[in-house]
């Protein structure tokens, strides 16, 4: 996997450069001591994965994993454990405290490599137009079939996905971005960090929540605007 680290002091770019060295399947294309350099490199070379820092000078850690592009994966990587909510949230992959040891940098590179999998599993699908109208998941040792049009909703949770059937619920070890990707965009829509629903399954709604069924899910206030623009006003009908 192609990376680039992204972070303002000179010895923390040097300690992961040194964790990389270490690790298979890594190679480290660049290090860059802000985002605007490297969004240019971003743009024209194929990076997999960024170490990027939070606190930097300018445009922090946070808002540049925003304007990264969906199919390059992120850890971040910073002094401060209390951004780690904040991560989950830029959709980083994992959150790593400096100083960072290889054991602990080791666990989110699996991670990583994992989604990374999932993710060219993804787009091999979609080159193929493979048009099964169901996905096997792994969970509890198994592989299970479950058909699209059997999901209510899917929520994250950190490192794992369940799926939301009327029947049973499915938990497997998955990031809420990974399975998205993956998903018909004209049948799920995302609609809070931590939901994905079905619109086919939808009951009823107002502002702030979605009814499925029995279950009531938030709206996110970042999410709310594209639900209602391209699910709701196509949909809805004049007086």
């Known amino acids: 996997m192609n990376c680039i680290i992204v972070d303002d002091e000179p010895l923390a770019r040097e300690a992961i450069a040194r964790l990389i060295e ?3 399947n890594l190679t480290l294309l660049n290090s860059f ?9 971003l743009e024209e070379n194929d990076v997999d994965l960024v170490f990027l820092d939070i606190e930097m000078p300018g445009i922090n850690g946070l808002e540049f994993s925003k304007t990264i592009p969906k199919q390059t994966l992120i850890v971040f990587t910073t002094a401060y454990s209390q ?12 959150y790593l405290v400096k100083p960072v040891k290889l054991s ?3 666990k989110a590179v699996s991670k990583v490599i994992f989604c990374h999998n ?5 787009q091999m699908s979609q080159n193929t137009e493979i048009s099964e109208n169901y996905f096997f ?7 299970f079939k479950v058909y699209f049009d059997d999901i209510l909703f899917i929520e994250g949770l950190k490192d794992y996905v369940v799926l939301h059937t009327a029947e049973q619920k499915i938990v497997t070890a998955m990031n809420i971005k990974t399975i998205y990707a993956q998903m018909a965009r004209n049948i799920f829509v ?3 960090k931590s939901f994905i629903i079905n619109i086919n399954k939808i009951t009823s709604f107002d502002n702030n929540t979605i009814y499925i069924l029995h279950h009531e899910i938030p709206v996110g206030n970042v999410y709310r605007n594209h639900f209602f623009d391209e699910f709701v006003e196509k949909r809805l009908l004049g007086r």
């Not at 999932?118 to 993804?122: D, E, F, I, T």
């Not at 998941?137 to 592989?143: E, P």
């Open 22 to 24: 270490q690790t298979e």
């Open 33 to 41: 001591s802000g985002a605007k350099h490297a969004a240019n490199f």
């Open 83 to 94: 951004y780690a909510l904040d991560s989950y949230d830029g959709y980083a992959i994992d």
């Open 104 to 106: 602990r940098f080791e």
């Open 118 to 122: 999932l993710l060219k599993a993804g």
């Open 137 to 143: 998941v792994k969970a509890d040792r198994r592989f």
């Open 190 to 192: 995302r609609i809070s």
